[in-house]
T-cell receptor, first 111, second 113 residues
Framework: QKEVEQDPGPLSVPEGAIVSLNCTYS??????FMWYRQYSRKGPELLMY????GNKEDGRFTAQVDKSSKYISLFIRDSQPSDSATYLC???????????FGKGNQVVVIP | EAQVTQNPRYLITVTGKKLTVTCSQN?????MSWYRQDPGLGLRQIYY???????DKGDVPEGYKVSRKEKRNFPLILESPSPNQTSLYFC????????????FGPGTRLTVT
């Protein structure tokens, strides 16, 4: 079983729809949970991070972590064409030297 | 401007011809790392460095070398490139190794024929 699973299937949604992305993981030691956004021909950039379980909201973006189910989610409300990108989940253990990444989800928001 | 730079951005080479991809950061970060990104496989860590003269293997180190002689630079060396090293390479840095925010460079698209 891979450490982080993210279904890489592309997702196309109409403008204004809610985008829902998720990842599952197997390592119960993960404490930090991140979402990176990667535009075409660019490097990934940090979008949101959460520590342990719970929700975090930042504008139109909400990140959720359920450690009991080893499941994290990212929701994008009122999606815009500018949200079209690949979204990668990432996780780490405090004090560890690496991030474990999911494969990424390509999201296309259609005007 | 705080940034991670990589050079070259695009490179086409032939099997066996040694090459170096440079990476530099201007944020005084201790931690630097190299990843490769392949369709269907996502981002995989090649090597990382906790500080000057301290490097360690990531998940896919075979066929690569690194060095960290200065804090700001972390070059990736392919001494004898092969076609299976054709990939998109990213350098990243962060304040410390456990930091959740890594700053990525713009990427280097490498093709080995």
């Amino acid at each position: 079983q891979k450490e982080v699973e993210q279904d890489p299937g592309p997702l196309s949604v109409p403008e204004g729809a809610i985008v829902s992305l998720n990842c599952t993981y197997s390592n119960s030691a993960f404490q930090y949970f991140m979402w990176y956004r990667q535009y075409s021909r660019k490097g990934p950039e940090l979008l949101m991070y959460t520590y342990s379980s719970g929700n975090k909201e930042d504008g139109r973006f909400t990140a959720q972590v359920d450690k009991s189910s080893k499941y994290i989610s990212l929701f994008i409300r009122d999606s815009q064409p500018s949200d079209s990108a690949t979204y990668l989940c990432a996780m780490s253990v405090r004090g560890n030297n690496r991030l474990a990444f999911g494969k990424g989800n390509q999201v296309v928001v259609i005007p | 401007e705080a940034q991670v730079t990589q050079n070259p951005r695009y490179l086409i080479t032939v099997t066996g011809k040694k090459l170096t991809v440079t990476c530099s950061q201007n944020m005084n970060h201790e931690y630097m790392s190299w990843y490769r990104q392949d369709p269907g496989l996502g981002l995989r860590q090649i090597y990382y460095s906790m500080n000057v003269e301290v490097t360690d293997k990531g998940d896919v180190p075979e066929g690569y070398k690194v060095s960290r002689k200065e804090k700001r630079n972390f070059p990736l060396i392919l001494e004898s490139p092969s076609p299976n090293q054709t990939s998109l390479y990213f350098c990243a840095s962060s304040v410390t190794g456990g930091d959740w925010e890594q700053y990525f460079g713009p990427g280097t698209r490498l093709t080995v024929t």
